[in-house]
């Protein structure tokens, strides 16, 4: 068997988000979002940000095989900018139509090697809201990867 490390690459899934939001000014990963500073912002924009792995037990009792089902959680953050009026609902807005064309973006993707197609699991705000109507949103997903590593 064909080693398979089972750990989810992040720069598919910008890619694909990418292609299915071509509006989007920056879509990028945890390096290009490490490396912003409130002046470099680009509004809107994505970061798919790896988050946490959990795999599961061996699924096989043989010395020669580990083989994992590794369930992978990524974030998605949108830098995104919504203008609310003076009584506090939204005018005219991003966050609603970015989360919703992210949700499809993302959630039709499946990574290579993925047992699954990639799901939504949570999301919330991540800083404040400046006078702009500037935030930062961030959606999680989670994918089942194989972890298949031959032990010699």
């Known amino acids: 068997m064909t080693a398979k490390p089972g750990i989810l690459d992040v720069a598919p899934i910008a890619a694909a988000i990418r292609a299915a939001m071509p509006d989007l000014r920056d879509v990028g ?13 680009r509004w809107p924009s994505a970061y798919v940000i790896p988050l946490a792995e959990s795999p599961g037990s061996n699924r096989y009792q043989s010395e020669h095989l580990l083989s994992q089902r590794v369930i992978a959680r990524f974030g998605v953050v949108w830098a995104v900018r919504d203008i609310g009026d003076r009584m506090g609902t939204i005018a005219s807005g991003e966050i609603r ?20 197609a990639c799901e939504p699991v949570s999301g919330r ?20 990867l194989n972890r298949h590593i031959p032990i010699s």
């Open 125 to 144: 705000l991540v800083s404040g809201i400046d006078t702009n109507g500037q935030m930062f949103w961030q959606d999680d997903f989670a994918v089942a």
């Open 97 to 116: 139509a970015v989360r919703a064309a992210g949700m499809l973006a993302v959630c039709s993707f499946r990574p290579t090697d993925a047992e699954t």
């Open 29 to 41: 990963t945890a390096s290009s979002f490490g490396a912003l500073r409130a002046e470099t912002v």
